[in-house]
């Protein structure tokens, strides 16, 4: 209810009017009982012109209410909602990693669409037809009863009888509308995991089994669905036989009334009168069931925005924060880590790590050695567990968020461009970023060797997750956007992993000569990324292995240097295949030479072709 705000007056208005359309609606029935009377008792046209004027007036005005009514509802029902859209999207916005995990990104999506939706609709019933419908229900009856005296006791039997039906109804549609909806989060799932990895499936044509697997989730959707309506279904008939029923004992027993007393005690008007707000309370009750059918669906709804709107962050920002970093120094002391309280096993372990402003480190270690986990809490992604992590001398958890993260700038394992063009992405780094200094962030990162190569250049449009551009062509791009941030710590996590070697080197060096004070961590798989730093820092099962320089960790860390022997083996078995193939060329050339003269310019040619740096450079670009 606070995401009413600013529509408060509205949400207030629209029930005032739709009072005023109810009390015009009842007024009607009992003047036209009234005219009834008077015509036959063979009144003059004269004097039947002022009930009939009193008639269309009541008309018209319970439809201007009724109409304004509909124009508040509106504006209340519509307004409400994008007040709940933007409070949902901004405490997503506030939440830390450890919350992410708890919603899948489909999850939140339904949240943010359907289940908004539902609660817009049962908000939009609750302050016109939840308010319209007991008035109309509680005036009818009211009406009947003055009108009709005891006949209109069968009404109070109906009531009950109906309320009970539409209640044990509601009781067993419940439960199914709370499953539909984690349905909807699976269907959704399926749907998002299909489009974003749309070239993976095609790749491995598996088109037939992703069909079978949404087909699954929407039958699943359907049959809950089916199983709702079919029991929703019973509630109008349920209404219509037991109205119809009571109809028919009240033309009976009115009838009855009217013939034996000659009309003195009973009259047709009245008869009519009772026949209308019978109908009347019919409809009111079929309002209410409907009411109550969407207010099930939205109840659930409510619940699953309210987790999201009730979910506190884990990582709170202090009362009196530090905005200001000293330096890119780092210290990791005695650092534990764990992703939940019920987590069995730690994701870090007794980590010790002090790293000096300035310094270049390299990590490196096996698949899950949680080299990410242990970058991610220098950023306050997450909170260390046990220990503390410091950025310039000041516990993280100290610090303003935003200021620790302008000054810690990462560019993450899986990257991520938005759509727009290449220098609105590049500008996330930093928003006042000149033409200039974008395309010197883009040639330190080597982007602009194929940013130039656009029509467009850096106009050229990215599609959503950047789509339209190569795995390393994004790393280099994601690379330039954190450089023009010039933080105090820079964080690389496998950003090179989709690039060549030769470009590897000259982002390394470039980096190296754009921000020589900055903290650079660099996280890689291959050795050569990291060799020529100041330190290395060996990841094994959550805990460091080994710190030390790259000729230190050949000397005394078997697991680096295997690492090293294997992927250098792997470097000199290629170059043994490449000699072994252009000595066997050479033999042929010379064999054929004494036969064709010409054959050994063209062939010494092609080798030297085969060698340019611009062949190399293509090389790189296909490997890429």
Known sequence: MSSVREYKRYSVATPLLVLGEVICEMAIPFLTASLIDQIKVEATVPELMQPAAILVALALLSLAFGTAAGITCSHASCGFAKNLRHDMFYNIQRFSFANI?????????????????????????????????????????????????????MYVVLIPFLAFGLFYIIHLVRPIFSRVFHKYDALNESVEENVTGMRVVKSYVREDYEKAKFSHAARDV??????????????????MVTVNITWVVLIYLGSKVIITSNATLFDVGQLSAIFTYGFQILMSLMQLSMIFVMVTMADESARRINEVL?????????????????????????????????????????????IKSGETIGIIGGTGSSKSTLVNLIARLYDATEGTVR?????VRDYDLETLRTNVAMVLQKNVLFSGTIAENLRWGDENATDEEVAAAAHLACADEFVDGFPEGYNTWIEQGGSNVSGGQKQRLCIARALLRRPKVLILDDSTSAVDTKTDAKIREGLATYLPETTKLIIAQRISSVEDADRIVVMEGGHISDIGTHDELMGRCAIYRETYTSQNKMGTDEADVEAAEGSDAEARVNATATSDA???????ATRAATATPANAEKGGEANE
């Open 598 to 604: 010409t054959a050994a310019p063209v062939a010494t």
């Open 222 to 239: 359907r049959d809950d669905f089916t199983r709702a309506e079919k029991l929703l279904a019973l509630n109008n008939p349920m209404m």
């Open 310 to 354: 009730e979910a506190e962050p884990t990582i709170a920002a202090p009362a009196s924060p530090v905005t200001e970093v000293a330096d890119g120094s780092i210290d990791f002391s005695h650092v534990s880590f764990k992703y939940s309280a019920r987590a069995e096993r730690r994701a870090l372990s007794d980590i010790d790590l002090h």
């Open 101 to 153: 995990d708890e919603f899948s990104s489909s999850s939140l999506v339904t949240r943010l669409t359907t289940d908004i939706n539902n609660v817009q609709q049962a908000f939009m019933m609750i302050i016109r037809i939840a308010v319209r419908s007991p008035l109309c229900l509680v005036f009818a009856f009211a009406m009947a009863t003055a009108m009709g005296g005891p006949l209109a006791l």
């Open 391 to 395: 950025v310039g001398g000041v516990d």
